[in-house]
C-alpha cells in the first residue's frame, strides 16, 4: 500500500508524477487559513511531509504519530524543531547545494545594488526625475578593490568569496566557526574575529544560518563597530539580525547603506521603516528564487524523501542520530 504524503508546496507535473508513483499524495495549495486547516485535517494520516516556509512546531506534528519523513524544500532548517524531530525518530531532510550558486548570485546582487544605489537610481528614471547628467550626489561607491566580509563561511559564503576574490579582486576576510584552511587558499581569505572584521570590511555579508547561537548576533554593538562607509547584506536569516538597531544605524549614517533579502518578520509589512530609506535594498527572500534553482530544490526534497519513506538514508539527512540504518 502507497503511504500517505502531504505536500505543502506546489510540485512541477513531472515531479508531482515522480511522487504519485511511490506515494498517496494530498497536496495543500496555500498556507492560508483554510490551508492550515486542511493540514491539520491531513496530519493524522501522514507518513511524510514535504513544502517550506511553515513553522513545524510539536504542537502541530503531535497531529501526525505515523509520520517518518519531513523533506523541507529549503537549506535552511530553522522552522524545525530538531530535537523533537529526533526524539520521534523523524527524518528531517534539506536541500543544499543545489541552490548554493543562485544565492551568491542574489548576495552579489544586493552588494552591486546597494554599492552603485541601482534600485534608487532606476526609480528616479522611472519617475522622470531624470533631468540632467548625475553629479556627485547620486554616485556611488566601487566594488572591485573592496574589502569582503563574509560571516559564515559554509557553501555559500564561499561561493560569495569566489565572485568577489575571482570576479571582482576583492580582499576576502571571513569569521565562521572554525577556520577554513581550503577557502583560504582558494580565495587568499584571511580569518578575522568577528570584532576585526566589523571593523576591516567594506562588504559585511551574513550568511550564516539561523541557530540558538545566531539569533540576534548582530546588534548594536556590532552596528558600532562598523564604520560609516560600510554596507551590510544579510542573505541569511532576518532574526540573525536586531532589526531595530539596524533602523539606528542606518538613521544615523552609522553605515552607508543595507541590501537585505531576509527580515526579522516575513513578509516585511509595508509600513517598516526600512522602506523609508532610500539607501536600502529589501527584497522578497528570493536567494534562490529562480525557475531552475527551485525545480532542483524541489527534485532533491522529492528525492529525499522518497527515499526515507523507503527505508534508505536520504541524501541530505539533517539529523543523523535519528536514522536507525
Ligand atoms: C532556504 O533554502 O533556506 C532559503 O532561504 C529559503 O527559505
Same mark, same amino acid.
Given at each position: 500500500m502507497k503511504k500517505q504524503v502531504v505536500l505543502y508546496k506546489k510540485l512541477s507535473p513531472a515531479l508531482m508524477t515522480r511522487l504519485q508513483q511511490h506515494c498517496d499524495v494530498t497536496l495543500i495549495e496555500s498556507l492560508d487559513a483554510d490551508g492550515l486547516m486542511k493540514l491539520r485535517d491531513a496530519l493524522p494520516g501522514a507518513y511524510g511531509l514535504l513544502g517550506a516556509s511553515l513553522k513545524l512546531d510539536a504542537a502541530l506534528l503531535d497531529l501526525a504519530p505515523q509520520l517518518q519523513a519531513i523533506a523541507s524544500v529549503s537549506v535552511g532548517v530553522d522552522n524545525y524543531d530538531i530535537d523533537y524531530l529526533t526524539r520521534r525518530k523523524i527524518l528531517l531532510s534539506n536541500t543544499p547545494d543545489v541552490l548554493t550558486e543562485t544565492t551568491a548570485d542574489t548576495g552579489f546582487a544586493l552588494i552591486l545594488a546597494t554599492a =552603485?544605489?541601482?534600485?534608487?537610481?532606476?526609480?528616479?528614471?522611472?519617475?522622470?526625475?531624470?533631468?540632467?547628467?548625475?553629479?556627485?550626489?547620486?554616485?556611488?561607491?566601487?566594488?572591485?578593490?573592496?574589502?569582503?566580509?563574509?560571516?559564515?563561511?559554509?557553501?555559500?559564503g564561499e561561493a560569495l568569496a569566489q565572485r568577489g576574490h575571482f570576479g571582482f579582486g576583492m580582499p576576502?576576510?571571513?569569521?565562521?566557526?572554525?577556520?577554513?584552511?581550503?577557502?583560504?587558499?582558494?580565495?587568499?581569505?584571511?580569518? =578575522?574575529?568577528?570584532?576585526?572584521?566589523?571593523?576591516?570590511?567594506?562588504?559585511?555579508?551574513?550568511?550564516?544560518?539561523?541557530?540558538?547561537?545566531?539569533?540576534?548576533?548582530?546588534?548594536?554593538?556590532?552596528?558600532?563597530?562598523? =564604520?560609516?562607509?560600510? %554596507?551590510?547584506?544579510? %542573505?541569511? =536569516?532576518?532574526?540573525?539580525?536586531?532589526?531595530?538597531?539596524?533602523?539606528?544605524?542606518?538613521?544615523?549614517?552609522? %553605515?552607508r547603506a543595507a541590501g537585505l533579502d531576509v527580515f526579522e518578520r516575513?513578509?516585511?509589512?509595508?509600513?517598516?521603516?526600512?522602506?523609508?530609506?532610500?539607501?536600502?535594498?529589501?527584497?522578497?527572500?528570493?536567494g534562490s528564487a529562480t525557475h531552475e534553482t527551485r525545480e532542483a530544490m524541489a527534485r532533491c526534497a522529492v528525492e529525499n524523501l522518497l527515499a526515507a519513506l523507503a527505508g534508505e538514508k536520504p541524501a541530505n539527512l539533517v539529523n543523523p542520530v535519528a536514522w536507525q540504518g
Open positions: =552603485r544605489r541601482v534600485v534608487e537610481l532606476a526609480n528616479m528614471v522611472r519617475s522622470g526625475q531624470w533631468h540632467r547628467n548625475i553629479g556627485p550626489a547620486h554616485f556611488g561607491t566601487d566594488v572591485h578593490g573592496k574589502t569582503l566580509g563574509i560571516i559564515g563561511m559554509g557553501r555559500i576576502v576576510l571571513y569569521h565562521s566557526q572554525s577556520r577554513k584552511p581550503a577557502v583560504e587558499a582558494r580565495f587568499d581569505a584571511q580569518y =578575522r574575529s568577528l570584532e576585526a572584521l566589523l571593523q576591516e570590511a567594506d562588504f559585511i555579508c551574513l550568511t550564516l544560518p539561523l541557530t540558538a547561537q545566531t539569533e540576534g548576533l548582530i546588534g548594536a554593538e556590532q552596528f558600532a563597530l562598523m =564604520r560609516p562607509e560600510s %554596507i551590510f547584506i544579510n %542573505i541569511s =536569516r532576518g532574526k540573525v539580525v536586531d532589526e531595530a538597531a539596524l533602523i539606528d544605524a542606518l538613521h544615523h549614517q552609522r %553605515i516575513e513578509p516585511l509589512n509595508h509600513d517598516s521603516p526600512l522602506l523609508q530609506l532610500n539607501n536600502v535594498v529589501a527584497t522578497p527572500h528570493m
